[in-house]
């Protein structure tokens, strides 16, 4: 059964640029799979921010990140990367990463949906 572990998150200032990870376990690679990340935040509905076919490398992003996260895979298609850049304050909240065969990345991102669920990593940001 497919894992998902994510990493990277922390605490930054505004403008601040951070990379997040998702790594997969129990399987050698993600090629059947659509990965995205999703931000989850108190009294807020959860987002798809940025997703990923990663046999086509089709990506999809939310309007609010748009031009400033940029979503990758690695050379063995085993991790997906969520840089993000200039930092705000409302970027705050759970990164988790998701895992999600037969759909686009849109459909993914606008759904908010995947089969596979990582436990998240916290990202702060300071004003």
């Not at 063995?76 to 990164?95: A, F, H, R, S």
Request: glycine residues 10%.
């Amino acid at each position: 059964q497919l894992r998902l572990v994510e990493s990277g998150g922390g605490l930054v200032q505004s403008g601040g640029s951070l990379r997040l990870s998702c790594t997969a376990h129990e399987i050698t690679s993600l090629a059947l799979y659509a990965v995205g990340w999703f931000r989850e935040a108190p009294d807020k509905e959860r987002e798809g921010v940025a997703c990923l076919s990663i046999y086509e490398g089709d990506a999809y992003y939310a309007d609010s990140v748009l031009g400033r996260f940029t979503i990758s895979k690695d050379k063995v298609w085993n991790t997906v990367y969520l840089e993000i850049n200039n930092l705000k304050p409302e970027d705050t909240g759970v990164y988790r990463c998701a895992a999600l065969t037969q759909f686009t990345p849109r459909a993914m991102c606008v759904e908010k949906i995947g089969d596979f669920w990582g436990q998240g990593t916290q990202v702060t940001v300071a004003s």
